[in-house]
């Protein structure tokens, strides 16, 4: 991909005697929608994502300015509520805050959950199942030059085993250190914020998977690594069993992160999900495997 | 029975039984009127003269309708002591009059009617080709000579008058005594020096009538236009045409109608071409010197021709001069020409070879012209030989190549090749036929294996050979029937790697598509014209697997009818209806974002992609004002099926599923054109403004609802328009103003895990800025010496200015993040003004 993505963005720049300036199109007036991503995992706390959308050139572009404030968020089950609470941490690598809704309770295995969200007058309504079986990671490897659809590059391999008995969706998720040594998508991370701390950073996959052909059977998928590393580097390797809805929701955002800068490729619309047309995003369960450690040989 | 009636047949019948009395009487008379003996002279009178005197001398009583006495003179002639019927004899040879005695008067009439035919080819004589859509007119009927110059005009045995013209020719006029079939090869005279023409025009002759369907440009009249870099061009010239849209800056793509890109064939010497662009699109692959004919049907297509729904593009190349040996060629920033051309035999053979090289890689190495290197050449070479005169052949191939390359050795190479052999019978003097084989291919190298360390090359093309005879019969004036058939061996090669089995290349197809047509003309009366006909063809695909193995795949069938009613209100208006049902066998899937062909392949109708159709209906009122300014209002409307778009996120290249990324659907275009013309004097142009409209609906893709073609440009203004100052400066200009293009951009954005991911809420809705471009061009002839006169030697200089106040009409647009996270696009562009400057010659 990276190939042919280089190669048609030559021809693009250099176009003969092409000159650029700045977009004079003017996009369709913009309905703005929120934007909804709760995961629920049992035994742990839930955390909803509850954000404006705001059109594609707007100046607001922070994330205390697309946050939304004083929304009331609930998540039932079984009659018990649990009223969620604005929360943020802050982000040392993109040196801002990032808001998010915490609950209180730890969420059940098996439980049915329903999501509640009244904000500004409109209610947005979901609900996900705490149903999911973690998979089992046989190992890990590692390979400097794979070849696919998309080109060449080095990848992360885990080997697992797909749930029996059940159509299952997967994604990957690394978690490692990083510091202002290692660069992320060709760019070194900045030290504005960092400094000369270590953080914990969360590689996730961009592809996720489904288990069609492959019931019951040894699965293998490899990652382009999205951080740089150094022979020695270690990180824990999980992967996520996932909801349809998550499913749906990430291989749409797969194709569209695909599409976005590439001109050649047509554009991905995301279609309707939990929430109709009210909102955009997803509300489900997930249940990660154990984690297996992995240590980068070069 | 009315009384009316009965006296009507009264009358009638008591005329034919005292016609059939005195028929019997006179024959048993002794003394005929016809025997009696008389002295008279004739002294270069009239005919009608000569009875008179005839009469008066022989006392005898003649009957005759005048008007069928042609007021034509006899040659001065005396008769001594000869018989009635002698003289009689003598004066009305070839007047296609006969005699006979009734009672006692000699009565005059018609002879039975019988049916002869002029045929031949009208040419250029002074280089002795044939000279394509000349008119013949005959009294009241006309001929146009058709591809091959070939003509038939049958009419009752008489004597007329032969009038022969073509534009930028002197008429020629000469008089026919038709007693019998005749074969006449007419050569026409130029008016002026080749190089000159641009300042013939229509001629006065050129009336409603000849301004139909079809719509034609000669090479002098492409090189007065103005373009890139000051590089002539067909395809460029097209987009100026009214009714021709060009779906973005510098694309040598066309729009006819609010049909696709695809729509359109294109044929050079009847072989199709795949991809006729040099040059990423700037430059189309036709050397301006190898061109002697352009012809477009785009309001209605013929029967004889078909295969694509929108237009036709019959381009006809030169076939050399018969009769002397001429260079030509020229130099422009983009490239250098060169041709010559002579007899191989004199009058029975002629050639002409021509190669066109772009300096564009020469720039590289000093001023960096472009960014990226780039060089094209074509070559054409065309021969003929005349076996006699009811026999020819000719024989014409075409190659183009274009090779891209990038400093990272990245490359993008695409080459046309066509060749065809011909050969004209001519079977009797009302049947001409034409046996043709064709040879097409089209291929397209993107190699970008430098980087990568598994070869990747990725290969699309189509390969085509074919047999066809067309037939023409001139039934009689006024009424042709052409009716032909062909075979075709399609060889597709939608999209593969270097290595054909790997898993990344597409199945390659098969094609046997055999076809069959019916065309008639016919003049139903002076003012009604009517043409109609069909097209059927069937369309059988195999699928070619990876071991080579062939698989039956899937059949179409297809059956085009068509007509077209012509109403002429005089010889100056006339008003136009037509329908036609296209079908089209193979699509070309294209990229939505830009145009480029290397993103994108030719597939056949098979079982996963559907044959393409159309329904057209269009009607067109046209007016010839004073012979100097020409009027045409249009409405079109135009239902296409099976129209095929990618689904989001399809990407064509290297990517073996996206056959499976299509989805069909309806396409909907409607429009009205308004077209003004000035078609002679010093100042003359064209001005026109269309409003039009072009939709898709298709399942799969904007959730199903209709959305605006990337064609969709709903107001279009052209201006185009040349001022002769002198014989040897003219100056021209053109200036379009359009609707930007459809495209669809994301409206919003939300964050994801870090990223911004774009909203996108509708395909197509945004839209460019509207377009708008002015063009200068300046024509200079160098003052001709007399050395030059003897030499015939002719240059040309041209100077030109494309985009005059630097308009940066947008090719496409991409999206990128700051620093600051804020998203921004930017719009890819022609840098602004191009000056250019050419210079063209001929010996």
């Known amino acids: 991909m990276k190939q042919i993505f280089i190669f048609f963005s030559v021809i693009s720049v250099g176009f003969i005697l092409s000159c650029e300036k700045n977009i004079t199109v003017s996009p369709p007036a913009y309905n703005n929608k929120v934007s909804i991503t709760g995961f629920i995992e049992p035994d742990s706390i839930p955390v909803v994502y509850f954000n404006r959308t705001v059109p594609y050139f707007d100046k607001a572009v922070k994330k205390n300015e697309l946050m939304i404030r004083n929304a009331l968020i609930t998540i039932s089950s079984n009659g018990s509520t649990d009223k969620l609470s604005l929360d943020s941490v802050f982000d040392k690598i993109d040196c801002q805050f990032d808001y998010f809704y915490n609950g209180h309770n730890k969420?059940?295995?098996?439980?049915?959950?329903?999501?509640?969200?009244?904000?500004?007058?409109?209610?947005?309504?979901?609900?996900?199942?705490?149903?999911?079986?973690?998979?089992?990671?046989?190992?890990?490897?590692?390979?400097?030059?794979?070849?696919?659809?998309?080109?060449?590059?080095?990848?992360?391999?885990?080997?697992?085993?797909?749930?029996?008995?059940?159509?299952?969706?997967?994604?990957?998720?690394?978690?490692?250190?990083?510091?202002?040594?290692?660069?992320?998508?060709?760019?070194?991370?900045?030290?504005?914020?960092?400094?000369?701390?270590?953080?914990?950073?969360?590689?996730?996959?961009?592809?996720?998977?489904?288990?069609?052909g492959k019931e019951g059977k040894q699965i293998t998928i490899i990652v382009e690594p999205a951080y740089s590393h150094k022979k020695g580097t270690k990180g824990r390797i999980f992967i996520q069993s996932i909801d349809k809805n998550a499913y749906v929701f990430f291989s749409q955002l797969d194709r569209q992160k695909l599409a976005q800068f590439n001109p050649f490729v047509e554009p991905v619309f995301l279609q309707e999900g939990q929430f109709g047309n009210k909102a955009i995003g997803f509300f489900a369960a997930k249940k990660n495997s154990k984690p297996i450690t992995f240590t980068y040989p070069e | 029975m009315t009384f009316v009636h009965f006296n009507k047949w009264f009358k009638n019948t008591t005329f034919i039984l005292v016609l059939i009395f005195s028929s019997f009487e006179i024959s048993l008379a002794q003394d005929s009127l016809l025997n009696k003996i008389v002295s008279i002279s004739f002294n270069r009178i009239t005919l009608n003269e000569a009875i008179q005197e005839l009469q008066k001398v022989s006392q005898i009583s003649f009957a005759y309708d005048p008007a069928i006495i042609l007021n034509r003179r006899i040659s001065a002639q005396a008769f001594s002591a000869q018989k009635v019927e002698i003289i009689l004899q003598v004066i009305f040879n070839g007047t296609g009059l006969q005699f006979r005695e009734v009672a006692s008067s000699i009565v005059i009439t018609r002879s039975p009617v019988s049916i002869r035919t002029i045929n031949g080819i009208v040419y250029d004589a002074e280089t002795g080709e044939n000279l394509i859509g000349a008119t013949l007119q005959i009294n009241q009927v006309k001929g146009v000579t058709n591809q091959y110059g070939y003509y038939s005009i049958s009419l009752p045995a008489d004597a007329y008058t032969l009038t022969a013209s073509y534009i930028g020719y002197e008429t020629k006029v000469q008089d026919l005594n038709l007693q019998k079939n005749n074969y006449l090869s007419i050569g026409l005279k130029r008016s002026t020096f080749n190089m000159q023409e641009v300042y013939v025009t229509a001629p006065a002759s050129d009336s409603i009538e000849t301004l139909n369907s079809v719509k034609s440009i000669s090479p002098s009249q492409l090189k007065g236009m103005p373009f890139y870099a000051g590089e002539a061009d067909v395809i460029k010239a097209l987009q100026m045409q009214s009714g021709v849209k060009n779906p973005s800056e510098g694309s040598s793509g066309l729009s006819i109608r609010g049909g696709n890109l695809d729509q359109n064939l294109v044929l050079v010497d009847e072989a199709p071409v795949y991809n006729p662009s040099h040059l990423f699109g700037l430059i189309s692959i036709f050397n301006i010197d190898a061109i002697k004919k352009l012809q477009i049907y785009k309001d209605y297509i013929p029967a004889n021709l078909g295969g694509r729904l929108s237009s036709v593009i019959d381009i006809k190349l030169e076939e050399g001069n018969l009769n002397d040996f001429h260079i030509k060629g020229g130099i422009s920033l983009l490239s250098a020409r060169f041709a010559a051309e002579g007899p191989f035999v004199k009058d029975k053979s002629s050639y002409l070879i021509s190669f066109r090289r772009s300096l564009t890689d020469l720039y590289n190495s000093g001023f960096r012209f472009f960014n990226i290197n780039a060089n094209y050449y074509d070559f054409n070479f065309k021969t003929n030989y005349i076996l006699n005169k009811s026999n020819r052949v000719y024989f014409s191939v075409y190659q183009g190549f274009d090779h891209l390359f990038t400093d990272n050795n990245y490359s993008n190479n695409w080459s046309n090749t066509t060749s065809t052999f011909r050969f004209n019978h001519i079977f009797n003097p009302r049947l001409f036929v034409n046996f043709s084989a064709i040879y097409s291919n089209y291929i397209n190298a993107l190699d970008i294996t430098s980087l990568a360390t598994i070869n990747k090359e990725w290969l699309t093309g189509i390969r085509d050979l074919g047999l066809k005879g067309d037939f023409t019969f001139y039934k009689r004036a006024g009424n042709t029937i052409q009716f032909g058939i062909s075979g075709t061996r399609h060889h597709f090669r939608p999209g593969e790697t270097a290595d054909y089995i790997s898993n990344l290349s597409l199945n390659r197809f098969r094609v046997n598509d055999y076809g069959a047509y019916f065309n008639q003309d016919r003049n139903l009366s002076p003012e009604l014209y009517l043409n109609y006909g069909f097209r059927a063809g069937i369309f059988a695909a195999e699928e070619e697997n990876r071991?080579?193995?062939?698989?039956?795949?899937?059949?179409?069938?297809?059956?085009?009818?068509?007509?077209?009613?012509?109403?002429?209100?005089?010889?100056?208006?006339?008003?136009?209806?037509?329908?036609?049902?296209?079908?089209?066998?193979?699509?070309?899937?294209?990229?939505?974002?830009?145009?480029?062909?290397?993103?994108?392949?030719?597939?056949?109708?098979?079982?996963?992609?559907?044959?393409?159709?159309?329904?057209?209906?269009?009607?067109?009122?046209?007016?010839?004002?004073?012979?100097?300014?020409?009027?045409?209002?249009?409405?079109?409307?135009?239902?296409?099926?099976?129209?095929?778009?990618?689904?989001?996120?399809?990407?064509?290249?290297?990517?073996?599923?996206?056959?499976?990324?299509?989805?069909?659907?309806?396409?909907?275009?409607?429009?009205?054109?308004?077209?003004?013309?000035?078609?002679?004097?010093?100042?003359?142009?064209?001005?026109?403004?269309?409003?039009?409209?072009?939709?898709?609906?298709?399942?799969?893709?904007?959730?199903?609802?209709?959305?605006?073609?990337?064609?969709?440009?709903?107001?279009?203004?052209?201006?185009?328009?040349?001022?002769?100052?002198?014989?040897?400066?003219?100056?021209?200009?053109?200036?379009?103003?359009?609707?930007?293009?459809?495209?669809?951009?994301?409206?919003?954005?939300?964050?994801?895990?870090?990223?911004?991911?774009?909203?996108?809420?509708?395909?197509?809705?945004?839209?460019?800025?509207?377009?708008?471009?002015?063009?200068?061009?300046?024509?200079?002839?160098?003052?001709?010496?007399?050395?030059?006169?003897?030499?015939?030697?002719?240059?040309?200089?041209?100077?030109?200015?494309?985009?005059l106040y630097s308009r940066r009409n947008p090719l496409f647009y991409r999206v990128t993040q700051l620093e600051s996270h804020r998203n921004i696009g930017f719009e890819e562009s022609f840098s602004g003004v191009i000056p250019s400057i050419s210079y063209s010659f001929k010996y």
Not at chain 1, 162 to 173: G, H, I, L, T
Not at chain 1, 182 to 208: F, P, Q, S, W
Not at chain 2, 589 to 606: C, R
Not at chain 2, 707 to 727: C, M, R, V
Request: net charge positive; charged share 20%.
């Open chain 2, 547 to 803: 071991v080579n193995r062939l698989e039956k795949n899937k059949t179409v069938y297809n059956f085009e009818p068509r007509l077209q009613l012509q109403y002429s209100f005089n010889s100056n208006q006339a008003l136009k209806i037509s329908y036609m049902r296209n079908s089209q066998n193979l699509q070309l899937v294209q990229n939505n974002e830009i145009s480029y062909s290397s993103f994108e392949t030719w597939i056949p109708a098979n079982s996963k992609v559907k044959q393409q159709q159309s329904d057209v209906f269009s009607t067109a009122y046209t007016h010839l004002v004073n012979r100097w300014y020409f009027i045409e209002v249009g409405l079109y409307y135009k239902k296409m099926y099976n129209q095929a778009d990618l689904t989001d996120h399809s990407q064509i290249v290297f990517n073996p599923l996206f056959e499976s990324s299509l989805r069909f659907g309806e396409g909907t275009a409607y429009g009205s054109e308004i077209t003004f013309a000035k078609k002679t004097g010093r100042l003359t142009g064209e001005l026109s403004y269309i409003y039009s409209r072009s939709f898709r609906k298709i399942m799969g893709i904007n959730s199903g609802l209709k959305y605006p073609a990337i064609y969709d440009l709903p107001n279009d203004f052209k201006i185009s328009g040349s001022y002769h100052f002198s014989n040897r400066l003219t100056v021209s200009t053109f200036f379009n103003y359009s609707n930007g293009r459809p495209v669809t951009l994301p409206v919003g954005f939300f964050t994801d895990n870090g990223s911004k991911v774009p909203i996108y809420e509708g395909r197509n809705s945004s839209r460019f800025p509207d377009y708008s471009r002015l063009d200068l061009v300046a024509e200079l002839k160098p003052k001709i010496k007399e050395n030059d006169v003897k030499k015939k030697f002719l240059s040309i200089w041209t100077f030109g200015i494309y985009n």
């Open chain 1, 107 to 212: 969420i059940l295995a098996n439980t049915k959950y329903d999501l509640t969200i009244i904000s500004e007058g409109k209610t947005y309504i979901a609900n996900a199942v705490t149903n999911l079986f973690a998979p089992a990671i046989d190992s890990v490897s590692y390979v400097s030059n794979y070849n696919d659809l998309y080109g060449e590059h080095e990848g992360v391999v885990t080997y697992f085993k797909d749930v029996p008995n059940q159509v299952n969706y997967y994604r990957y998720e690394m978690i490692r250190s990083a510091d202002t040594s290692i660069m992320k998508a060709e760019a070194t991370i900045k030290r504005a914020c960092l400094g000369k701390d270590t953080v914990t950073v969360h590689e996730i996959g961009r592809a996720v998977f489904e288990d069609v």
